[in-house]
Nanobody, 115 residues
Framework: QVQLVESGGGLVQAGGSLRLSCAAS????????MGWYRQAPGKQRELVAS???????RYADSVKGRFTISRDNAKNTIYLQMNSLEPEDTCVYYC?????????WGQGTQVTVSS
């Protein structure tokens, strides 16, 4: 069973930084796309950033220039470096991956940005 495990969330002041990690139980090169999503209470889950083979990245307009997605194939891990965090970035962040036509999700990690 494929597992995605996020880590790195927490509480940070506005303007600060956090780095989220998502470790996969399978080689990440077997995923067509991996990405970070976030969901606020009462809202739909939205794409934050994705990385598609070979290394095509995509970002939500709200995070462009502040967040960076990257991958480490040797560690089967993807990262989300989040800089210049804003209170509006407060959400549960989920790692997601598409592999052989099936979508997988992590359990989520809370990011809270205080003003």
């Amino acid at each position: 069973q494929v597992q995605l495990v996020e880590s790195g969330g927490g509480l940070v002041q506005a303007g600060g930084s956090l780095r989220l990690s998502c470790a996969a139980s399978e080689t990440i090169s077997s995923f067509n796309t991996m990405g970070w999503y976030r969901q606020a209470p009462g809202k739909q889950r939205e794409l934050v950033a994705s990385i598609t083979l070979p290394d095509i990245t995509r970002y939500a307009d709200s995070v462009k220039g502040r967040f960076t997605i990257s991958r480490d194939n040797a560690k089967n891990t993807i990262y989300l470096q989040m800089n210049s965090l804003e209170p509006e970035d407060t959400c549960v962040y989920y790692c997601g991956g598409l592999r052989y036509g099936r979508k997988y999700w992590g359990q989520g990690t809370q990011v809270t940005v205080s003003s």
